[in-house]
C-alpha cells in the first residue's frame, strides 16, 4: 500500500511558476512510477509526467514539455511537479499517482492522491 499527499497547489498568475510537491509513504515505495495527472472540469483526466523513481527516466505530455519538469527527492520520498510559465489550460485538479510501468496512461497507476487545485488567473 502507497499513501500520497498532494500540497503546493493554489491560484497562479498567467507566465508565473508554481511547485507541486506529493508526499509518498507506505511499503515498497521504491519500485514505483510516481505520476502526476490533471482533471479540468468537464474534461477527461490526462497524464501530464512520470519520473522512474532512480530519476533515470522521465516523460511530459506534449501540452506541458519545455515548461514543466518532475523530479523526485527519494530521501524524503517525495515527488514534485515544477510548473513554469503557466497558461490558463493548464487550471485542474492535480494528482499525483504509483504506478509500476513507465506509461503515461491512468489505468496503469493503482496509487492515487486526493488532488491539489491550480488556479491560472489572467
Known amino acids: 500500500q502507497v499513501q500520497l499527499v498532494e500540497s503546493g497547489g493554489g491560484l497562479v498568475q498567467l507566465g508565473r511558476s508554481l511547485r507541486l510537491s506529493c508526499a509518498a509513504s507506505?511499503?515498497?515505495?521504491?519500485?514505483?512510477?510516481m505520476g502526476w495527472f490533471r482533471q479540468a472540469p468537464g474534461k477527461e483526466r490526462e497524464g501530464v509526467a512520470y519520473v522512474t523513481r532512480n530519476g533515470g527516466m522521465t516523460y511530459y505530455a506534449d501540452a506541458v514539455r519545455g515548461r514543466f519538469s518532475i523530479d523526485t527527492d527519494n530521501g524524503l520520498n517525495r515527488v514534485y511537479l515544477q510548473m513554469n510559465n503557466v497558461r490558463p489550460e493548464d487550471t485542474a485538479l492535480y494528482y499525483c499517482?504509483?504506478?509500476?510501468?513507465?506509461?503515461?496512461?491512468?489505468?496503469?497507476?493503482?496509487?492515487w492522491g486526493q488532488g491539489t487545485q491550480v488556479t491560472v488567473s489572467a
Open positions: 499517482a504509483a504506478g509500476t510501468v513507465t506509461s503515461m496512461h491512468r489505468s496503469k497507476y493503482s496509487y
Open positions: 507506505g511499503s515498497n515505495f521504491e519500485q514505483y512510477v
